[in-house]
Antibody, heavy 126, light 110 residues
Framework: QLQLQESGPGLVKPSETLSLTCTVS??????????WGWIRQPPGKGLEWIGS???????YYNPSLKSRVTISVDTSKNQFSLKLSSVTAADTAVYYC??????????????????WGQGTLVTVSS | QSVLTQPPSVSAAPGQKVTISCSGS????????VSWYQQLPGTAPKLLIY???KRPSGIPDRFSGSKSGTSATLGITGLQTGDEADYYC???????????FGTGTKVTVL
């Protein structure tokens, strides 16, 4: 059974860089047809997709965050990581990692997230 | 800020049916597949519906999905107290080249 687990600091100072890692177990991060994504949810608010990466290193980023986001993959460790720079209080959120099925079909793009990690709360505060 | 619009809340009595709408545009729902997620209080979202109307293994057939034009709908029949949760639609936006989620709908069982 595929499982994902986020890890990283729960507290980050304003203007610094948020760094999280997602460890994949029960399957290979090098699976074809699947990207690996980051999604966040500010307290009491909705879901926001941050970006996704393929095992080859190909990435998609949310345009609103693109200038501050870097997602990388380490296939040897079955992990992928998120870096978000110049954080502010608005970046306080629960951060989830998830497997991202992403494919272009005749009738459109298939995109869904499953499974998800349990999530980790990152607070931006001095 | 979300490009997909859902009603903030819906409610019904146990055993009844609810439907949740998700409205988008031709760059997202209109030309791509839709997924739905259930988020129980304090937990991570869980995939309920993918590719408009398919259910992952283990999801009861009380949950159904459909799509028409630039809107999608999630239906829940035989409502149970355990269905109280937030529900989100999601899809790909071809103009943004990125994933998008709906604003979320809270389901309350009266």
């Amino acid at each position: 059974q595929l499982q994902l687990q986020e890890s990283g600091p729960g507290l980050v100072k304003p203007s610094e860089t948020l760094s999280l890692t997602c460890t994949v177990s029960g399957g290979s991060i090098s699976s074809s047809s699947y990207y690996w994504g980051w999604i966040r949810q500010p307290p009491g608010k909705g879901l926001e997709w941050i970006g996704s990466i393929y095992y080859s290193g190909s990435t998609y980023y949310n345009p609103s965050l693109k200038s501050r986001v870097t997602i990388s993959v380490d296939t040897s460790k079955n992990q992928f990581s998120l870096k978000l720079s110049s954080v502010t209080a608005a970046d306080t959120a629960v951060y989830y990692c998830a497997r991202h099925r992403l494919g272009v079909m005749v009738r459109g793009v298939i995109a869904w997230f499953d499974p998800w990690g349990q999530g980790t709360l990152v607070t931006v505060s001095s | 800020q979300s490009v997909l619009t859902q009603p903030p809340s819906v409610s019904a009595a146990p055993g009844q049916k609810v439907t949740i709408s998700c409205s988008g545009s031709s760059s997202n729902i209109g030309n791509n597949y839709v997924s739905w997620y259930q988020q129980l209080p304090g937990t991570a979202p869980k995939l309920l519906i993918y590719e408009n109307n398919k259910r992952p293994s283990g999801i009861p057939d009380r949950f159904s999905g459909s799509k028409s034009g630039t809107s999608a709908t999630l239906g829940i029949t035989g409502l149970q107290t355990g269905d109280e949760a937030d529900y989100y639609c999601g899809t790909w936006d071809s103009s943004l080249s990125g994933g998008v989620f709906g604003t979320g709908t809270k389901v309350t069982v009266l």
